[in-house]
């Protein structure tokens, strides 16, 4: 099994475990979502999709369990680190870029590191696409704008 593979069977499990079905559909729409877009905004970057998607799979794990928001990009950066370690599935320089894209995901005003920015971009998109009805949050205006002319949309 690829590693990609097993760590979604791993947030599978995870998820399943959520009582309320309407949350866990939720959560399994957002993950799996900015999962794919982060994986085709690292691929036409140049960068690792794989190390992307993995990232994207594990961003909000820690506010989908637990049910709170307050620092989750902080909590959740360090639930990633436990998970990676324990499935073995990344080396140390890849949790590191793993754990990093989660830690900053949710400072959508600053730009950091480029495997950071294809996380936030990921989760912008999803956000401002999933649901064509709601209004662009003012933290994702600039960033949703500046992916429109990147891709064209």
Not at 129 to 141: A, G, I
């Amino acid at each position: 099994m690829g590693r990609l593979k097993e760590l979604r069977k791993y947030v599978d499990s995870e998820l399943n475990r959520m009582e309320d079905a309407d949350k866990r559909n939720s959560a399994i729409v957002h993950l799996y979502g900015v999962s794919l877009v982060a994986t085709m905004i690292a691929k036409k970057r140049g960068l690792a999709p794989e190390i992307a998607s993995m990232a994207a799979m594990l961003h909000d794990l820690y506010a989908y369990k637990t049910g709170s928001y307050d620092e989750h990009e902080h909590k959740g950066a360090k639930l990633a680190r436990e998970i990676l370690g324990e499935l073995k599935l990344t080396d140390e320089a890849e949790t590191e870029l793993i754990c990093s894209a989660i830690y900053h995901h949710g400072d959508k005003l600053v730009t950091d590191t480029p495997m950071d920015e294809v996380l936030k971009d990921a989760d912008v998109i999803l956000h401002c696409m999933y649901d064509l009805s709601k209004t662009v949050k003012e933290k994702e205006q600039a960033r949703f704008e500046k992916l429109r002319t990147e891709f064209g949309i």
